[in-house]
């Protein structure tokens, strides 16, 4: 007898297919000879040899459904997997192909929806909520709690319980439509190309789609790949010329999807280089051939649950990346066809990625596009952070959106290409290779109003006389018990006082006992050649931002503020940082020239601001400095329980009604007695972020939740409180959990 049999199960569970290489489905042979195998010689080797007696697996098929669903899908396309068969593995000969399993067929087959899986193996660990929720789905019959699922991040955009006018990127069902309608026209697109060209006659806009051939004559395109035919509507010019194209186009095609109202956020073709390959007398024979084949290889890896799918459109995307002309370009040509499920690289959007979101987007060459490898790889990655409630992006078009509107405040913001006149002799360039860009960056308003529907506790004539005293004191310091949203309201108070949600012109650093005015400020830094230079930290940047910028406001978001010494940090700065100081007649000189050796005077704009946060429970940290108290507002949160918390954790967070009074009353009883405390006081009191979920709980969880927040959270801070009376933080912490 094998000896794994007797191990405990590790609780791992396998998802796997029953259909591969392009055989029919191996199902009812698995379930009959009471296997599973891999199908393939080369591939998955390994996961195979991972599967241990014990293990749960089962048979799942992922595909994508619009209709006959249990819940509104808006008419938009929902991933799926159909649960067939569970068992568990009985033996692993580990070969790397085969197990042997006891099946049970599962009838009728049930279906889970958006967390879905397309490999052929999906290794699913506990303690995760949504493997715990699709585990218990698969192999104890319970249900999903769908809408849990469609409010997270990654799909609340497509499938939430949105308002309608809250809905953003609308515009992608459109877009979507019109490619589905141009997969008809992949082996022939000779009505295609008639059809645009009819259009034409009748709007402006599209003269550029003058050809010149190899004897050098000219004349109308005669043939067309599919990102080209989006680029009619994908251009710089005006939005009611774009919406009068999209809506012809869409005629021609049978697209009944509306024209979208709005084009915000979509990257568009430069004038000058508006198609995705050459001149006719410099074309390859077979280049639109091959931007047709990837456009044809997406559009099946979307819905496709094969590894040969991925095989295919790592081929097609290689092979049309050497087609003349498209360069970086594929990639926003995919993101049009499939904005969900592909990523447009753009120039801005990589400048987004690689400074904002800390990824590295490879390049094949010194300037050419990443290989479909990387391409894919990213996807990957991003697709595992967008269902992060923290993560500032939750899917491609917002990542998209996001990255329009950002800009780095020590950088100079990358140059956009002109837009040049619509002709024909445009599409003569044969040097460089001109990206899409995006006319202007969208702007996203933010107020009083929208600090209270992110989830403030605070009343709003509170959050106005805030928003008074930074604008009047200009330098503001949050301080308050631990878990009062300190941070939280920081930023949003900043993205308030800016009137938008810009992050460019936010600029956030943690205080710590190492942290130096060389670091904050100016200070000597080393070169890659092992020499020393001149440069600025963030403050510094940050005055040079709202310098250039003097009718825009910007935000230095200092976290943990006494946790360093601000007098050393600051400088001479400190001095400057009052608001009747604030004018070139106050300027000073800094401890350090400028980076060309010249010293020249600094001051700070009236419009930079500086919000602190101070923890006041932290006993290791020292008395601020008096010469900084004089310069800040000074403000006070306390935890916020009552009826708004109420209403928002039930609400938004999923925690039982019936038990929310209750829990509200433990903690007030905490906080009584610790303010009672004669060795703490109310500065030591437990905020209410403590007990506001970060993530929605599923249905019957609340005291699960609560006794493990107690457990790893507050009990532990309790016994810190406590440290000379342990036996006062465990009856704490008992009572706290008492009959839970």
């Excluded at 669903?69 to 070969?95: H, Q, W």
């Excluded at 500086?610 to 020292?622: E, F, K, P, Q, Y």
């Excluded at 800040?632 to 918390?645: D, I, K």
Aim: charged share 25%; hydrophobic share 40%.
């Amino acid at each position: 007898m094998d000896e794994k049999k007797n191990n405990p199960s590790s609780g791992t569970t396998w998802f796997v297919g029953a259909s591969y290489g392009g055989t029919d489905d191996q199902m009812p042979r698995f379930l009959k000879e009471g296997i599973w195998e891999n199908g393939y010689d080369d591939k998955l080797l390994d996961m195979v040899r991972a599967m241990q007696p014990g293990e749960r697996i089962a048979i799942k098929a992922a595909y994508t459904r619009k209709h006959g669903l249990p819940f509104d899908n808006r008419g938009r396309t929902v991933s799926v997997m159909g649960i067939k068969a569970v068992g568990t593995i009985t033996e692993n000969p580990n070969d790397g192909k085969r197990v042997k399993v006891d099946w049970a067929k599962a009838e009728p087959v049930r279906e889970w929806y958006f967390y879905t899986h397309r490999g052929t193996i999906w290794r699913v660990q506990p303690g995760d909520w949504m493997n715990d929720a699709l585990i218990a789905f698969a192999f104890e019959g319970k249900p999903q709690d769908l809408d849990r699922f469609r409010n997270e991040p990654f799909w609340r955009e497509r499938f939430g319980t949105v308002a309608p006018e809250k809905q953003r990127f609308q515009w992608t069902d459109f877009y979507e439509a019109v490619a589905e309608k141009l997969l008809d026209h992949a082996q022939d697109r000779s009505a295609l190309i008639a059809g645009i060209h009819q259009i034409a006659t009748r709007v402006q806009g599209l003269s550029y789609l003058q050809d010149k051939f190899p004897d050098g004559t000219s004349g109308p395109l005669q043939d067309i790949c599919p990102f080209t035919v989006m680029g009619t509507f994908n251009r710089s010019m005006t939005d009611a010329n774009r919406k009068t194209i999209a809506g012809e186009l869409a005629k021609l095609l049978g697209v009944t999807v509306p024209v979208p109202p709005s084009f915000e956020g979509i990257p568009v073709l430069n004038n000058q280089r508006s198609w995705f390959f050459a001149y006719a007398e410099k074309r390859g024979a077979g280049d639109i051939d091959a931007l047709w084949d990837v456009f044809a290889a997406a559009s099946k890896l979307v819905e496709s649950d094969q590894p040969e799918g991925r095989d295919t459109f790592i081929r097609a995307y290689d092979a049309a990346t050497q087609v003349w002309g498209v360069a970086w370009n594929l990639s926003t040509g995919l993101y049009w066809t499939h904005p969900w499920d592909f990523l447009t690289l753009d120039s801005q959007s990589r400048h987004y990625i690689n400074k904002r979101l800390g990824l590295n987007v490879a390049t094949s060459g010194q300037q050419g596009p990443c290989d479909a490898r990387s391409y894919l790889k990213l996807l990957d990655d991003l697709r595992a952070r967008f269902g992060e409630d923290s993560y500032p992006v939750h899917s491609f078009p917002d990542l998209s959106l996001a990255s329009w509107m950002y800009k780095d405040p020590a950088d100079e913001p990358p140059p956009l290409d002109e837009a040049g006149a619509d002709v024909a002799a445009e599409q003569a360039s044969v040097g460089e290779v001109r990206e899409a860009f995006q006319v202007a960056a969208p702007i996203i308003p933010y107020f009083v109003d929208d600090i209270l529907k992110d989830g403030c506790f605070l009343d709003r004539t509170e959050i106005d006389l805030l928003l008074d005293r930074l604008r009047t004191k200009k330098n503001m310091i949050l301080q308050g018990p631990p878990g009062t949203g300190k941070t939280w309201l920081a930023k949003r108070l900043a993205f308030a006082l800016i009137g938008q949600k810009d992050d460019s012109k936010i600029r956030a650093v943690q205080f710590h006992p190492n942290l130096s005015y060389e670091d904050f400020v100016r200070g000597w830094r080393p070169t890659g050649e092992g020499k020393l230079s001149l440069a600025d930290g963030v403050f510094m940047e940050a005055i040079k931002a709202a310098r250039k910028e003097p009718s825009s406001k910007f935000v230095v978001v200092i976290e943990e503020i006494n946790r360093g010494n601000p007098a050393q940090i600051f400088g001479e700065l400190l001095t400057l940082l009052e608001a009747g100081k604030r004018t070139p007649s106050e300027a000073l000189e800094l401890c350090y020239p400028d980076a060309d050796g010249v010293r020249r005077p600094v001051h700070i704009p009236e419009n930079l601001y500086v919000i602190g946060t101070m923890n006041i429970a932290d006993r290791s940290l020292a008395l601020v400095d008096l010469a900084l108290r004089r310069r800040f507002a000074f403000v006070g949160l306390e935890p916020r329980l009552g009826s708004v918390w109420r209403e928002w954790v039930v609400k938004s967070c999923g925690v039982d009604a019936a038990l929310v009074i209750e829990i509200e009353q433990r903690i007030a009883d905490l906080n009584e007695r610790i303010a009672s405390d004669a060795r703490l006081g109310k500065q030591f009191r437990i905020g209410h972020s403590y007990v506001t979920p970060v993530h929605r709980l599923e249905s019957g969880d609340t005291k699960k939740w609560f006794r493990q927040v107690v457990e790893t959270e507050i009990g532990p801070l309790l016994e810190e409180y406590w440290f000379d009376t342990p036996g006062e933080a465990q009856k704490a912490t008992t009572q706290l959990m008492q009959g839970w």
